[in-house]
Every structure is written in C-alpha cells, then in structure tokens.
C-alpha cells in the first residue's frame, strides 16, 4: 500500500492565458539589460502574462535574487547572497520612468546577512523612484528584516505610498510554510508601521489551500485587522515544484467570494480575494478602492457629527 500524498487535480478556474506579445518581450528585455530581477519571473507568478503583456506593469525584485530564507512556499532561490547593488534603485526608477507606471511595487529577498535587513537600499529605490517619477504611487513589500524597529524606521522615513508585509498563512502553519519568519513578528511589523506613519496605509496577504480551516483564516482577518492593516488580499497556493508544499484544497470562485464579503465586513478598507490573486496583483486599483473606501467614511462621519 503506498503512502505517498495524492496530488489534487487542478480546476478548471486555473487555466492561465499565456500572452507573449510586444509588451511582454520588451519588458523582459528591459528587466534583463538592466540587471534587475522582478517577482514575477522568480516565483513564478501566475499572473506574470497578464500583467506584463496586457496591463505592463511588474513588481521589482531588488537586492539580489538568492534569499536568506527557505520557505517551503517559494520558488525564489536561496543561499547566501554577494550582491549588494548600490546602482540598483537607480535603475529600478528609470525603468518606472521608461514604462510610465501609475503605481509601483518593490519588493526583495529577505537579507538575513544585512545588519539593517536591507532597509537602506530599499528606503534609497523609494527615494530614486520618487525623483525620477513624482507622480506615481510606491508601494514596498519588505521581509520582516528581523523583526528590528529600527531597520522599520529607515524604510518608513522614506515615506512610501504604501507599506505591505505578508502574513502568508495562518498562526499554526506559520512554523512549517514560512523559514525564520514568525506569525506575531509579521502582525508587530505591520503595526509599528502603522503607529510611524498612520496615514501610510497597510496590506498583507494570505495564500490559502495549505490545509489550514476557514476558522484559522477568519483568526487571520481578526489579527490583521487588530493590528489596523487596511488592506488584504486572498489567493490560492500553488506549487511551484515538486520540492514544495503540495496544494490540500482548491478554493473556489464562490468561496473566495465569501472570504472577500467577510473581510469587508470585518472592516478592511479594500480586500481583493480570488484564485489568481497575489499580493502585488492589481496593485493600483487596491490603493484606488482603499482610498475611494477611506473618503466615503470620512464623509459619513461628518454626517453623523452633524
């Protein structure tokens, strides 16, 4: 009798479209005569088609390419990295600037072997960025570079538009999907960022369909929301290889949709939820919503006092 896992089929809901027209290509040529990385490309991200070919937009991936941290999740590769670029936001702002993005997302490789966790170069691409590209929005996406205020406090004094660290599961599967990283460590993270700059808003993300109940990522909703972050997005787990965690349950549509409605209620300013959702996945209409959602309370507040 054999013992080894089953592997679940995948539905029919998670057909990628693959597009590779002039968009596509020319981004990629670009990433590469650059030297940059980008997200897309190293995890393997589903929607990398969609975004790079249809919506032209991409989520750098600076200080490197090779992670401190073995997450049984990612795909990004790891080691113990040499590069440390100081040319790099440069040119992570001139490809914002040659692209012509509204919104931008930078994220990185966790930089365990950095005092400041990378907190440096990453408050220095914001600043290029905002340079170079006045009116576009910058949201980072940081590690929790070692759970240190004070590597927080580099990155937030730059002041980007948005600050966004993923909680990625839940309490109890944190210690077997997520290397070095601990669930109350991402929570303080997300709310020191938000005592430093409260008028930065705050996101986080959960990948569901490691084996975890809707009980556990209904905790997660309360935790997150306990910790004032006003954003949250809800996507499917996929295995990237067969060296990864392997997929428990495949959501469906309705039930993301349900996942989404009780975010909302429970008082998260924006929540994008559905199968192909990732963390950066339409990145600028989540800021949008957040803000109209902001406003629209401001105003009903003003009616009430009246």
């Not at 479209?17 to 590469?32: A, D, I, Q, S, V």
């Not at 803000?291 to 009430?304: F, N, P, R, S, T």
């Amino acid at each position: 009798m054999s013992t080894k896992e089953p592997t679940l089929r995948k539905p029919e809901w998670l057909k990628i479209k693959l597009n590779t027209n002039e968009n596509y290509t020319g981004l990629k040529k670009m990433m590469r005569e650059k030297s940059l990385h980008t997200v897309c490309e190293e995890a393997r991200c589903p929607n990398i088609h969609e975004c790079w070919a249809v919506r032209r937009t991409a989520t750098f991936m600076i200080l490197g390419d090779v992670c401190t941290r073995a997450c049984r999740f990612c795909a990004v590769k790891t080691g113990l990295p040499t590069e440390l670029d100081w040319q790099e936001p440069e040119r992570v702002a001139d490809s914002v600037q040659l692209m012509n993005l509204k919104h931008v997302v930078v994220t990185a490789v966790a930089r365990d072997d950095l005092k400041d966790g990378g907190a440096a170069v990453f408050a220095e691409t914001v600043r290029a960025i905002r340079r170079k590209n006045p009116f576009t929005s910058i949201e980072v996406l940081p590690s929790d570079m070692g759970g240190k205020e004070e590597n927080l406090r580099i990155l937030m004094d730059a002041k980007p538009d948005i600050l966004n660290h993923n909680i990625e599961t839940t309490r109890r599967l944190t210690p077997t999907v997520r290397a070095r990283a601990k669930y109350d460590r991402s929570l303080e993270f997300l709310r020191r960022a938000k005592e430093m700059y409260p008028e930065i808003p705050t996101k986080s993300s959960l990948m569901i369909g490691l084996g975890e109940s809707k009980e556990e990522i209904l905790e997660v909703m309360d935790d997150l929301r306990a910790n004032n972050v006003d954003i949250m997005t809800i996507g499917q787990y996929l295995q990237p290889t067969k060296k990864h965690l392997k997929v428990q349950k495949y959501y469906s549509p309705e039930e993301f949709a349900e996942l989404r409605d009780i975010a909302m209620s429970k008082g998260f300013s924006h929540c994008e939820a559905g199968p192909m959702v990732r963390s950066s996945y339409h990145a600028d209409e989540q800021v949008n919503a957040a803000a109209k959602h902001k406003h629209a309370l401001g105003e009903q507040e003003i009616k009430e006092a009246k």
